[in-house]
């Protein structure tokens, strides 16, 4: 094969990749300390709608929606910021596989879909379902865990409805709080906090689940314990919960919290 044949055959190749590959336009560092590669982000139009939508490269399974909405919603934290500032009332979060192929390259990929209404943000289901079951709700509990246990509190605001209430109540002496709080109050309280703390670390055991005939509505009963250190100050308590969650068409929501401190300690450092 002569020279001028060759040099054109690598032409032609980084023509192709040219079309067909995308670059990487960076890394992203989640708070998880996990890192993904940005594609790209843009508007996405259509006949009378509008979408900002981010592009990701994803290490996991493209069939493993579970561990995907995790992974979107730790990117979510921050590109809603985007979002917010583009004044869009649609999102999309599209995680993609690595590019298989040499020449003509080829990928798979899956969407999440996130949508603001009344002023609040909230995401469609990955999967379609007309009722809940356990297996579903357990992750769900430990979705939310994770963006709490990650300083999430945008992504974990996806998912708390916008009639939600939280009773609170302690058996601890000399700890006092708000009898109610709604959707605002938390999500201030939980951001508040979770900025100013190091050293998070919590374990929830499940003591129970309800799912009602109609497969709509979930309560779980559960116990957390947690740790967390602010200033010199470290942090320990017990907090026994009765949760409720409803299935809103595309939307899981929780939407009620009973909750008890049972033990809290506050040792000074030195």
Do not use: C
């Not at 044949?5 to 990749?17: H, K």
């Not at 040219?18 to 708070?31: H, K, P, T, Y």
């Not at 002023?119 to 289901?125: D, I, N, Y």
């Amino acid at each position: 094969m002569g020279l001028a044949v060759i040099v054109r055959w690598m032409w032609i190749l980084l023509a192709v990749f040219a079309i067909s590959g995308e670059a990487d336009a960076g890394q992203i560092r989640l708070n998880s300390g996990k890192s993904v590669v940005l594609l790209a982000m843009g508007p996405m139009l259509g006949q009378g709608w509008s979408a900002l939508q981010l592009k990701y490269r994803t290490s996991l399974p493209i069939t493993d929606t579970n561990s995907l909405r995790n992974e979107a919603d730790e990117l979510w934290q921050r590109f809603v910021i985007d979002a917010e500032k583009g004044g869009y009332t649609s999102a999309i979060i599209s995680a993609n596989d690595s590019p298989q192929g040499f020449i003509v390259t080829h990928n798979q990929s899956f969407n999440f879909v996130y949508k603001k209404a009344n002023g609040a943000w909230h995401t469609l289901e990955a999967e379609s379902r007309e009722r809940l079951d356990r297996k579903f709700v357990i992750e769900f509990v430990a979705r939310l865990d994770a963006a709490d246990l990650n300083s999430e509190v945008n992504s974990l605001a996806l998912y708390i409805a916008d009639d939600f209430v939280m009773a609170m109540s302690s058996e601890v002496p000399g700890v006092s709080l708000p009898p109610k709080i709604n959707r605002a109050q938390f999500a201030t309280g939980e951001s508040a906090t979770l900025n100013a703390s190091k050293n998070h670390h919590q374990h929830r055991e499940i003591l129970g689940i309800s799912i009602s005939k109609d497969g709509l509505y979930a309560t779980v009963e559960s116990r957390e314990s947690t740790e967390l250190e602010i200033g010199n100050h470290h942090f320990a308590n017990v907090v026994h919960y009765q949760d409720a969650f409803e299935l809103r068409g595309p939307y899981m929501l929780w939407t009620k919290s009973n909750s008890v401190t049972e033990k809290q300690t506050d040792v000074v450092k030195n």
